[in-house]
């Protein structure tokens, strides 16, 4: 079973620019693993943010934009804003089964 | 618009059964994918598996083989959870959810405590 990996916590001051990453212990994340990033914040469902690795929704803020980086798949904040403070989680599709990532705690201070 | 609704929050014993329900409506139950997901406190979302609500075809992660049970009742518009052999570590917030058009909707989950 496939392991997606994320940074734990990730700190950006206010107007900053961050970028969360999700991993893949198979090997390169491609537009194959289809992939997803929510956001979640204590109490609420998770948000989708981007959905097959670029795509943003309606409800999307600009400021948000995903990407496929370097074999990994990047969710990328600029301008953070305070409300921006949540739990980002990724998610990748391997043949129809789901894995999370472990959340990346972002902070903006 | 699409709603699943779950069944209210359990308390079990170590080594009994709990069974949670997500009741769609909105949207066609047989037309999609219904996923479990499950969060324990302060952990990662967890995919547990699918039912194909049209076919009743399953595919469950292998950390569940064997202990989980997703089941659908096409009449009623509801999928359902059932999950064996309870332990501690299965105290989580349980979720169903649904994929459409690159949105997941999510049911507002069920809280089951396994606790002696």
């Known amino acids: 079973q496939a392991v997606v990996t994320q940074e734990p916590s990730l700190t950006v001051s206010p107007g900053g620019t961050v970028t969360l990453t999700c991993g893949s212990s198979t090997g390169a994340v491609t537009s194959g693993h289809w992939p997803y990033w929510f956001q979640q914040k204590p109490g609420q469902v998770p948000r989708t943010l981007v959905y097959d690795a670029t795509s943003r929704h309606p409800w999307t803020p600009a400021r948000f934009s995903g990407s496929l980086l370097g074999g990994k798949a990047a969710l990328t904040l600029s301008g953070a804003q305070p409300e921006d403070e949540a739990v980002y989680h990724c998610l990748l599709s391997y043949n129809s089964a789901w894995v999370f990532g472990g959340g990346t705690k972002l902070t903006v201070l | 618009q699409v709603q699943l609704v779950q069944s209210g929050a359990e308390v079990k014993q170590p080594g009994a059964s709990v069974k949670v329900s997500c009741k769609a409506s909105?949207?066609?139950?047989?037309?999609?994918?219904l996923h479990w997901v499950r969060q324990a406190p302060g952990q990662r979302l967890e995919w547990m598996g699918y039912?194909?609500?049209?076919?009743?075809?399953?595919a469950y992660s292998q950390t569940f083989q064997g202990r989980l049970t997703i089941t659908r009742d096409t009449s009623a518009s509801t999928a359902y959870l059932e999950l064996n052999s309870l332990r501690s570590e299965d105290t989580a917030l349980y979720y169903c959810t649904i994929q459409i058009g690159g949105n997941l909707y999510w049911g507002q989950g069920t809280l089951v405590t396994v606790s002696s």
């Open positions: 039912i194909n609500s049209d076919s009743g075809q399953t």
């Open positions: 909105g949207y066609t139950l047989t037309r999609y994918r």
